[in-house]
């Protein structure tokens, strides 16, 4: 089945704990994204990546780090979590990017900083 | 920032009634793409359609139509007859040049039966 993956679904740390949110996807797509939704915002993307060691960021991406070492994980790492990052973060990724092809999420991952 | 802008923040309605959740964007660019994506109470976020800058023939799939209208920067979604399953947060997004994909901040949409 295509899916995209994502571990932990639920976490809950203590600021300044280093965490990694891992994303995996089994349709070989070029292009894998992270954002994170927050109420009222909508989703926001944070990184985005077009291929394997191509990454950018996005809107918000102050506080996140991400790697692209193989084509399907994308994973994104919290350094020093904040409370301002308890949000709810979705990956997604697509066969192309620039909107050309649709993006698929995974089933979000709802983290929470104390 | 180019924004997404969804005006309607929640709006109910009792079930069979239609409803339009509305959708305003900024862009400069002369290509683009929008997207309509649905999240039910389970948090997931599903893919409803997505439609280019250069296609503006309005799509019907069974309940649910769009209505683009690149003059006023438009891109509405209806339900007709509303039913208790269509509750749920209804985004709408813009993909640009940049590679990034803006969202609105969504839509609630609450059907009582």
């Known amino acids: 089945e295509a899916q995209v993956t994502q571990n932990p679904r639920y976490l809950i740390t203590v600021t300044g704990k280093k965490l990694t949110v891992t994303c995996s996807q089994n349709m070989n797509h070029e292009y894998m994204s992270w954002y994170r939704q927050d109420p009222g915002l909508g989703l926001r993307q944070i990184y985005y990546s077009m291929n394997v060691e191509v990454t950018d960021k996005g809107d918000v991406p102050e506080g996140y780090k991400v790697s692209r070492k193989e084509k399907r994980n994308f994973p994104l790492i919290l350094e020093s979590p904040s409370p301002n990052q308890t949000s709810l973060y979705f990956c997604?990724?697509?066969?192309?990017?620039?909107?050309?092809?649709?993006?698929?999420f995974g089933p979000g991952t709802r983290l929470l900083v104390l | 920032a180019q924004k997404v802008t969804q005006a309607q923040t929640e709006i109910s309605v009792v079930e069979k009634e239609d409803v339009t959740l509305d959708c305003v964007y900024e862009t400069r660019d002369t290509t683009y793409y929008l997207f309509w994506y649905k999240q039910p109470p389970s948090g997931e976020l599903v893919f409803l359609i997505r439609r280019n800058s250069f296609d503006e023939q309005n799509e019907i799939s069974g309940r649910y139509s769009w209505n683009f209208q690149k003059s006023t920067s438009s891109f509405n979604f209806t339900i007709t007859a509303s039913q208790v399953v269509d509750s749920a947060v209804y985004f709408c997004?813009?993909?640009?040049?940049?590679?990034?994909?803006?969202f609105g901040g969504g839509t609630r949409l609450m059907v009582k039966p």
């Open positions: 997604a990724s697509s066969s192309m990017g620039g909107g050309r092809e649709t993006q698929y």
């Open positions: 997004a813009r993909y640009n040049a940049g590679n990034m994909l803006t």
